[in-house]
């Protein structure tokens, strides 16, 4: 069983910029890939951003390409998300997730991932 925790998240004035971290305990030798995901109110959860655990291939929503960056510190197990000029509309509650069974298959899919952390609340204000 692979646990996930996140941090970092806050409030933060428009432009500015935070780096959530998530670090994997358990299982995490299983982990094939780890992503991001975030939730605002009255909305579906919608994916962010993911990388794979062994080669580190990276994936991104289209709206955060330039903006976000995702890496990984396999040594530590952790999983970072560094969010730069981040705007009104990324406020959200950001979901880390990891994935046993796949790697590069369906990542944007939140179902495709069997592993989620408790949520990191994000509010960017105008």
Known sequence: QVLLAESGGGLVQTGGSLRLSCVASGGTFNLL???????????????????????????????????????????????????????????AVYYCAGSARYSQYAYTDPQKYEYWGQGTQVTVSS
């Not at 959860?45 to 990388?51: P, Y």
């Not at 995702?70 to 970072?80: C, E, G, H, Q, V």
């Open 33 to 91: 890939r780890m992503g991001w995901f975030r939730q605002a109110p009255g909305k579906e959860r919608e994916f962010v951003a993911a990388i794979t655990w062994s080669v580190g291939a990276i994936y991104y929503a289209d709206f955060v390409k330039g903006r976000f960056t995702i890496s990984r510190d396999n040594a530590k197990n952790t999983a970072y998300l560094q969010m730069n000029s981040l705007k009104p509309e990324d406020t």
